[in-house]
């Protein structure tokens, strides 16, 4: 008799997300949800800002998720995370995690306020940013999170994004807040694992995950897995977890880099980009890869 | 047992007697020592509750809703700027049925920058869906903040409690502190039928098409327009454990009225005063005292006004391009009630310059000399 072949889960089988939801295809900000909510479980209250989110669950009176959701306004993804663990605390329930998930225009832009001072009064929340890297809900906009040379609505070709995204994670590290980590939708063993130690430190949790958008980067949907995994193999969007504010940890080191250039060419947001621009895009990612092995 | 402490105090005393449980505060002037006394009795746990120091009053009143959501009691305080940095969140409070309560000091909106007493502050939240409650001693402050929880839980509307600047934020009163027992007869501990929690999972706030919109809407006002009697009934509930009533509206000699002011804050007080002198001079006058704008109280409005020869309406606030905002709802209220009397309507007081007795008395004389008004805004005390 042949051996039983085993095939072993590397991730949780609960599913707290249901199909239905009204994404577009191949987004990969669903995908980020359905890993959070396996590694965080049902007891978990979700605070959602304006965002694509805010939609995807679906409208009243469904909701695709199993766990409670605040729908709060947009600058207000952690005040209002806050005010639910402190209402929670008081009416009893010490036990359930709740998260504050927004998107980057949430999380870079109008809510960095609010973020900010949850993080230096360390509360005890968790905040997930899910990068897609504009205003996508509102129409492809510019963001402070969208990339240097990016086309954007906002940002029309003959104007493309000519600064760089700026760096929320050495924002928040400057809070020294107990735990940060990057993850990718391409990665989500990384992501799980990452999310559940999260889950048992308490105080400001922040987390910053790339997730690809098919319809705001102009990408086919088949591809949002293969581009933010090919944004985690060439530094584009590096997989670390920061300590107290100071100890880095790379949770994916890479022996060689892909170039950059794999990666851009996939997506229409990037098509005007000439190969001088894309080596520019290549020296920055070279530059941000050495500052984060030397903070090691 | 009785003590002497000034409005913002009031506050403070009113919250912690209610056993608020989630106070998220930012600091303004004139409303600082609200949350200073607040956070003071958080820390000797004389209070049992979390004072969050947020960096806003927009994410003070984000998270006063969210801890209301998952169950909690909560509390706030701001005034002027801070309450208008707070509008989005007042419309998401009344609109997601969050029964908070928030003490607002009026305070003049910058510029220039002022931090004296006028109502164009809280006035121009008067439409976010929240109920407003004026107060004219510190006494009353305190009691309103417990009424507001009650009437406000019960009907899943938020609520401000309202004081002038300076005239009552910092003026110090002789207050009777009630019982903490008698408090907690009156309002029991606030147990909202759905609430955040993972045991029974809901979205809420969501997207809402305009085939449910409307509906949530109507259903708030509905609630809305069960309000003025919860209030009057709550206000004899409460005259009957603290011998204090706390109605629509303050009458004070309006029976037999020739001149009816109409007034509210503290220049609701001061009206009284004048009314006094003005009978000594022989001129029956009288004061009728707006406690609450929202609900607005329309069948008392009409019943007491519908009585009287002449109305002198005092506006410290403006609508500009209209007229004063009190002047307007007092008009509409008597729109169609056979016999109104004449209608003024006074500005004066903007910006915290002071209304004496003097001030009404001059209006006095002003609605007196003529049959009807004839100019929308006579302005009392303005240098031109
Ligand atoms: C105060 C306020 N300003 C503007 C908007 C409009 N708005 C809704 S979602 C959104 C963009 C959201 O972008 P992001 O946070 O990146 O999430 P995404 O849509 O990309 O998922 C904007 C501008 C709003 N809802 N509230
Ligand atoms: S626009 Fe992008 S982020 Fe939004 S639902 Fe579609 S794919 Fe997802
Ligand atoms: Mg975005």
């Given at each position: 008799?042949?051996?039983?072949?085993?095939?072993?889960?590397?991730?949780?089988?609960e599913e707290l997300m249901s199909p239905?939801?009204?994404?577009?295809?191949?987004?990969?900000?669903?995908?980020?949800?359905?890993?959070?909510?396996?590694?965080?479980?049902?007891?978990?209250?979700?605070?959602?800002?304006?965002?694509?989110?805010?939609?995807?669950?679906?409208?009243?009176p469904y909701s695709c998720l199993d766990a409670p959701i605040y729908h709060c306004a947009f600058e207000t993804a952690a005040s209002t995370a806050t005010g639910v663990k402190a209402g929670l605390e008081m009416t009893g329930d010490t036990e359930t995690t709740v998260v504050a998930w927004a998107g980057d225009g949430g999380t870079f832009d109008i809510g960095i306020q609010a973020?900010?001072?949850?993080?230096?009064?360390?509360?005890?929340?968790?905040?997930?940013?899910?990068?897609?890297?504009?205003?996508?809900?509102?129409?492809?906009?510019?963001?402070?999170a969208t990339p240097y040379g990016a086309w954007t609505t906002t940002t029309p070709v003959k104007h493309f994004k000519d600064r760089p995204k700026k760096d929320i994670v050495a924002i928040m590290a400057a809070h020294r807040i107990p735990y940060i980590a990057t993850a990718s939708v391409s990665h989500p063993e990384d992501f799980v694992?990452?999310?559940?130690?999260?889950?048992?430190?308490?105080?400001?949790?922040?987390?910053?995950?790339?997730?690809?958008?098919?319809?705001?980067?102009?990408?086919?949907?088949?591809?949002?897995?293969?581009?933010?995994?090919?944004?985690?193999?060439?530094?584009?969007?590096?997989?670390?977890?920061?300590?107290?504010?100071?100890?880095?940890?790379?949770?994916?080191?890479?022996?060689?880099?892909k170039p950059v250039a794999d990666y851009i060419r996939l997506q229409g947001r990037f098509r005007h980009l000439s190969e001088a621009h894309i080596a520019?895009?290549?020296d920055e990612v070279d530059a941000r890869w050495a500052r984060l092995l030397k903070s090691c | 047992m009785k003590k002497v402490i000034m409005g913002n105090h009031a506050l403070s005393y009113g919250a912690m007697l209610s056993r608020a449980q989630v106070i998220p505060a930012y600091p303004i002037t004139p409303q600082t020592q609200v949350v200073e006394l607040l956070s003071e009795m958080c820390a000797s746990k004389t209070l049992d509750a979390k004072f969050i120091k947020v960096e806003s009053e927009h994410s003070a009143m984000a998270s006063c809703i969210s801890a209301s959501a998952a169950g909690a009691r909560t509390f706030t305080a701001t005034s002027a700027q801070g309450l208008a940095l707070m509008h989005e969140m007042l419309h998401w409070a009344s609109g997601g049925r969050h029964p908070v309560v928030l003490g607002n000091i009026n305070r003049a909106m910058a510029p220039g920058w002022s931090i004296w007493t006028d109502q164009n502050d809280s006035l121009s939240e008067r439409d976010t869906g929240w109920m407003q409650f004026y107060c004219s001693s510190n006494q009353e402050v305190l009691d309103s903040v417990i009424q507001a929880y009650k009437v406000?839980?019960?009907?899943?509307?938020?609520?401000?409690?309202?004081?002038?600047?300076?005239?009552?934020?910092?003026?110090?009163?002789?207050?009777?502190?009630?019982?903490?027992?008698?408090?907690?007869?009156?309002?029991?501990?606030?147990?909202?039928?759905?609430?955040?929690?993972?045991?029974?999972?809901?979205?809420?706030?969501?997207?809402?098409?305009?085939?449910?919109?409307f509906e949530l809407r109507y259903k708030l006002q509905k609630d809305m327009e069960k309000a003025p009697a919860l209030i009057e009934g709550t206000g004899l509930e409460f005259e009957r454990l603290f011998g204090r009533r706390l109605g629509l509206v303050d009458e004070y000699k309006c029976g037999d009225a020739d001149l009816l002011f109409v007034s509210s804050g503290t220049a609701g007080y001061t009206a009284n005063v004048a009314v006094d002198l003005l009978r000594d001079?022989?001129?029956?006058?009288?004061?009728?005292?707006?406690?609450?704008?929202?609900?607005?109280?329309?069948?008392?409005?009409?019943?007491?006004?519908?009585?009287?020869k002449k109305a002198a309406v005092v506006d410290r606030n403006i609508s500009y391009g209209h007229h004063g905002i009190f002047y307007q709802e007092v008009k509409s209220a008597l729109y169609g009630v056979k016999k109104a009397p004449p209608v003024f309507g006074y500005i004066t007081g903007l910006g915290g310059r002071d209304i004496t007795p003097d001030t009404f008395k001059e209006i006095a004389a002003h609605a007196l000399a003529k049959d009807g008004p004839d100019e929308e805004i006579v302005w009392i005390g303005v240098k031109r």
């Open positions: 008799m042949k051996k039983d072949k085993k095939m072993t889960l590397t991730l949780p089988a239905g939801h009204l994404a577009c295809q191949g987004c990969g900000a669903t995908l980020a949800m359905r890993y959070m909510l396996k590694a965080l479980g049902q007891r978990t209250v979700l605070c959602i800002p304006a965002c694509c989110w805010a939609v995807i669950d679906g409208p009243y973020l900010s001072g949850a993080a230096e009064r360390n509360d005890d929340i968790i905040y997930v940013c899910y990068d897609n890297e504009a205003y996508m809900n509102t129409g492809i906009q510019r963001s402070s694992k990452k999310m559940k130690k999260a889950k048992a430190i308490k105080g400001t949790r922040f987390f910053h995950v790339f997730a690809p958008c098919p319809t705001g980067w102009k990408s086919r949907p088949d591809d949002s897995v293969k581009l933010a995994r090919l944004a985690v193999q060439n530094a584009y969007f590096p997989l670390f977890e920061i300590e107290d504010g100071e100890k880095v940890t790379i949770n994916l080191k890479l022996k060689e880099k520019a895009i290549q | 406000g839980e019960a009907l899943m509307i938020p609520a401000m409690v309202i004081l002038d600047a300076f005239a009552l934020s910092h003026t110090y009163e002789v207050v009777e502190i009630p019982e903490q027992d008698k408090v907690d007869a009156f309002l029991p501990p606030f147990k909202p039928e759905i609430r955040l929690t993972p045991d029974d999972p809901h979205a809420f706030g969501g997207l809402t098409g305009p085939e449910h919109y001079e022989g001129i029956k006058a009288g004061n009728l005292r707006m406690r609450v704008v929202r609900p607005f109280p329309f069948e008392t409005v009409r019943r007491i006004l519908g009585k009287a």
